[in-house]
């Protein structure tokens, strides 16, 4: 994100219009960015948003949760990351494993398996707590068609998705923001 990219995007902004960016952090664990390939660290991804912020443009953060390797612990410093830098909005992803990348061919060499349903659905309870109540979710799922994936799809549609995660979090008595800064 140039200077001048940014600067462009911000001409965009107005009074009755903001203007969003869409960062793609996808998780806070330097480790998982390396060996996923995403070409980027924590850190860079902080700097970016932070200057999204200084040229007056909202930032939407993009991450993933379901990582090889990864346990709650990663997903919730992913979340107070996203946290710290203020984002705007959110859009959470299950781990999808789409053909032709790193994480196909170690699905394929067997070297971890995708999250089931009910482990997703944790890990999104958990990380909706911990986000600011302030935070736009824009997303909680990701639908990849089925013809790019090598995994199979653990997931029902959207819908069926939203309404356990909602009845899930009804169950617990928990709601987006309750463990926030904590």
């Excluded at 911000?10 to 960016?21: G, I």
Aim: aromatic share 6%.
């Amino acid at each position: 994100l140039a200077d001048d990219v940014l600067d462009l995007l911000s001409s965009y902004a107005s009074d009755s219009m903001r203007v969003w960016v869409e960062l793609g952090l996808q998780s806070a664990n330097d480790n998982t960015l390396l060996s996923t390939g995403r070409g980027h660290t924590s850190a860079v991804w902080k700097e970016a948003a932070e200057r999204v912020h200084r040229h007056g443009l909202l930032l939407s953060s993009h991450i993933i949760l379901g990582f090889p390797g990864e346990t709650p612990d990663d997903e919730k410093k992913t979340v107070d990351l996203v946290n710290e830098v203020g984002s705007e909005g959110i859009k959470i992803h299950n781990l999808h494993v789409p053909g032709g990348t790193r994480l196909a061919d170690e699905y394929l060499e067997g070297t971890f398996t995708v999250s089931s349903e009910e482990r997703y659905l944790e890990s999104a309870e958990l990380a909706l707590r911990r986000l600011s109540p302030d935070t736009i979710i824009q997303r909680l799922i990701c639908e990849t068609p089925a013809h790019r994936l090598v995994a199979p799809r653990l997931f029902p549609d959207k819908s069926l998705f939203l309404s356990h995660l909602e009845k899930r979090m009804e169950e617990h008595d928990t709601r987006q923001g309750d463990l926030y800064g904590c």
